[in-house]
């Protein structure tokens, strides 16, 4: 997932770029540039609270660049502390928390090893799920948002170069470029919205769903951990979260 | 909430007045901004009855103008009033009552000290609570259909603009200017549509669920005054309301 | 409700006119207007049972020119109502009929004096308040239909426009008038949609909720003549249904 | 419903003929025509597996030239043959059966006089009713699919001319006669889509409302016949599913 | 469905081939094609996982490639193994099992061989519809995006022509060109969204609900094969599943 945003941006950009072929310069005009994003972001700060339009760049930002730990990776390492448990007591896990990388994990483990209460442990984790699904939400929908203000703010940008424009015309070997000059508001508010808005929006979701997921066979393993069930019955049940093709058994 | 508006504003006209440049005073024309401005509260008091477009304009100044105040202040201020029920009766209340600033508040609070049922008190407020939603769920709807109607007239305003210019082109010098006039109604109206009327609309959306969440607050903390609750067990279940990061307990 | 619909279409049609100036017999055109009046209603015809258009015609009449009545005033009524019954009977009634003016209510009194069941009276006037809605429903969803037509013919009527002007350009001084000619069913199309039918049918929506609220009051009211109920617990009961600030009881 | 649609053709077609006024053959185009219609259709096999599309030509052909029976005209059917059940017993349907004309009707009576159980004709009816339904659904689905394809494929005719135009700008006298063609497919596909395809689904809509309605009261009907209800409380029982102006008793 | 799908894209191909007419050439333009396809891949890249977009790859070509067994001759086959279980026992289908071509049967059929439970069969059959459900879900909905980016990237090419154009119009003769180069980019847009992607994302949802009926008629077959239904009444229950002009028995 991670892997393939950067991909697509260059591809997109790489094919525009292309088009452009040698008069590349031609088309950077920071004003027009400041125009777009300029307007789009105030549009945005008038759409929602500046604390949720910050939070959303961290969550964009984090969701990019920091791959998901594959779901089979986490189910091994439930399974194998689930042995450990079985050996050595739920306390031996205080050792094997360091080679834990997902944060989410982390924090349930701990709570098994500090003997909460399965229900509360339970409790605090499906919050953290819910609170991860609405920042998700919030995200796409900012997102999305963004995306239809971009355009919106092109033509506005284009509607202002043309009205420049059109009020001077006496020198008619000016008017194509200044007319170049407006359209190009017009181009970037288009890249902005369908080149990185709506996409992300779209891939934030998809994002959002695989996360859940591993949260919840996170949450199901945890619960098995602090119930000392057997490795391999676990193991079994959180397979059972994955499409058939990926469910390949660890212990033989 | 309160502040990013007015920046969010600021920042997309001062792009759109630095893309101008020099030449603002071309891009103001009273007729046009009176078609576009006119037509569409014109339309708008077609759509909905005259009430409802008044009490908008009220809710939307309100919303924008009054910060929400802090739901972590709200919950200090019901356990400090929870600890002095405790020590010294309800009816203490009345001299705490000038302290409290938001309306919503003090009604719960004077019901609590007139001695008034608990599950009337309730009634009363969840049926305010209902008709704060309304009002903002009204006040979105005018809104998205100002931002819809904006663009309308602006295009009926450069209809208008280009029939003209089109009869009486005699002198083509004058097609140029006559163009750029009829062109500004649509610049209106995507400005009005896409920096106030939509983003406005979104806005009001987000507050609207900030402030029913304090009001839930409320009427659990007063419900609780009421039944004379444990100051700590107030608080630990009026925190619950909030998102993790800000539970931040005041009694030690 | 009544007065905001014609306010409207003057304030908006006003501003248009204003747009003009001193031009206006130019943007007369009866052959544009018959293209999108008449194609928009051909169109119509084949979308819905001309029984439908023709009722809908009539609903919408209905809406605007009759205000509603307030439903303080029917309170009012039936509180009263519910004395004289106290008093002198249900019989006694008859001679209050004559003074009712919302045929709704004189349908469920008479009813009542009949001395129908309250349950026989209750579902036929549930049924009245089924097709009021459906009624309601149907004319708004041919309103925004219109809404959507109007435009498509508009442009047709353009392009029609267009291509007469494109075969016929060897005089190249009745190019201009002629494409402002065929800009003016487009004109005409966006005006109709987003003056009168789009907005209608916003409206024809906020009245018919008000009406269904009235029709429920109603209901109750009669439903509490029959049975005898005390006037004072009536208007108690009959006030709940408005909003706190219109509840001003008549009995003291 | 029946007559409306062929006026309403008639109708919008005669207005744009009128607009068009004498130069009508300069808009009859074949080629631009079986772009359109052609397009259209490609795109709609791609869209839909073969069988279905033949089934809504028939559908759609089936519903705009037989009008439906009026739902009286059916009651008053069944309840003549509940007297004829009444005095001869059921077998002397077979009599009647020759002056019915719905077939939906026919196979209900012949099923009753066959003898077979009321829950299996029920059963089979109610299965008629559903298919009836899924077909119109699939009918209106796929011509709101035309509506939205006609005006793609008229942009993407019109594309084609004006590249073409622009290929070949040598005499400036073919110009405009080029572009005029050119606009004629998107003429075109505005036409086929706000004219037939998507007013078209809206009927086909309103009128499968019609005959689901007409379908339960035969089925109701049906049921009662072969439990020999009493005449008159079929009547009454059906009448019930018309709207109050429509409800006349046919026995006194 | 499998034959109307290159009947379509050939119909409507050649229609715009046929509308092009001799100047087939001039309308090739791999830059482009280039521009509007890597662009609309690179979005989709962002906008999906790449796992995603390659499987939509594969389930578009084999629901495109491979026709949907009719489901009548599905029937036929599990009733023919019925009677072979009834004579010969399950085990005998081992023989059979060579005749079928639907993975999914074969897979359900070699369960009942290897005697696995009813209900364990049942489950891993239904998970695989499930799956068979989201896949072609998600195709629908990566190809429907597909349909929205395609014109979008279409327009960011145009714009690209027509700023490369204005800004070098020094020679009016390259003017017309120039732009039908930029045109076309719109031109491969609007087909390849209308033509291709939202005409295939329609019929994947058709073909996904047709292949749910033939799974779920195989579930319910295998589920009587194991519990030795008798042929007679499992051919009557599968029928069932059929609209009624298709239920042909095939035993007498």
Redesign the interface.
């Known amino acids: 997932?991670d892997?393939?945003?950067p991909?697509?941006?260059?591809?997109?950009?790489?094919?525009?770029v292309?088009?452009?072929?040698g008069?590349l310069a031609?088309?950077v005009n920071v004003?027009?540039l400041?125009?777009v994003v300029?307007?789009m972001?105030?549009?945005?700060?008038?759409?929602?609270?500046?604390g949720?339009?910050l939070k959303v760049f961290g969550v964009v930002l984090k969701t990019f660049i920091y791959p998901l730990p594959a779901a089979t990776e986490a189910i091994g390492q439930l399974v194998e502390f689930s042995q450990v448990v079985r050996r050595e007591g739920i306390l031996a896990l205080e050792n094997s928390i360091g080679s834990i990388s997902n944060p989410f994990m982390i924090k349930g483990i701990q709570m098994a090893i500090d003997g909460r209460e399965p229900s509360e442990i339970e409790d605090v984790l499906y919050?953290e799920t819910e609170?991860l699904k609405d920042r998700h939400a919030k995200g796409s929908e900012i997102l999305m948002?963004a995306g239809a203000?971009a355009p919106?703010?092109g033509?506005?940008?284009t509607?202002?170069?043309?009205?420049?424009?059109?009020?001077?015309?006496s020198d008619p070997?000016t008017?194509?470029?200044s007319?170049?000059v407006a359209?190009?508001?017009?181009?970037y508010g288009?890249?902005i919205?369908?080149?990185?808005a709506?996409?992300?929006a779209?891939?934030l979701k998809?994002?959002s769903k695989?996360e859940q997921l591993l949260y919840e066979i996170i949450i199901t393993g945890v619960h098995s951990l602090v119930s000392g069930e057997n490795p391999r019955s676990l193991e079994m049940k959180l397979l059972s979260f994955l499409?058939?093709s990926q469910r390949k058994p660890t212990l033989e």
Chains 1, 2, 3, 4, 5 share one sequence.
């Open positions: 997932m892997i393939a945003t991909i697509g941006i260059i591809l997109a950009l790489g094919m525009v292309f088009g452009i072929g008069g031609s088309f004003p027009s400041l125009i300029g307007g972001t105030g549009a945005l700060l008038v759409s929602y609270p500046l949720d339009i919050m609170k948002q203000l919106a703010m033509m506005i940008g509607l202002i170069g043309l009205v420049l424009m059109l009020q001077n015309m070997s008017i194509g470029p007319m170049a359209l190009l508001t017009t181009f288009a890249i919205s369908n080149v990185f709506i996409p992300m779209s891939k998809s994002r695989d499409p058939p």
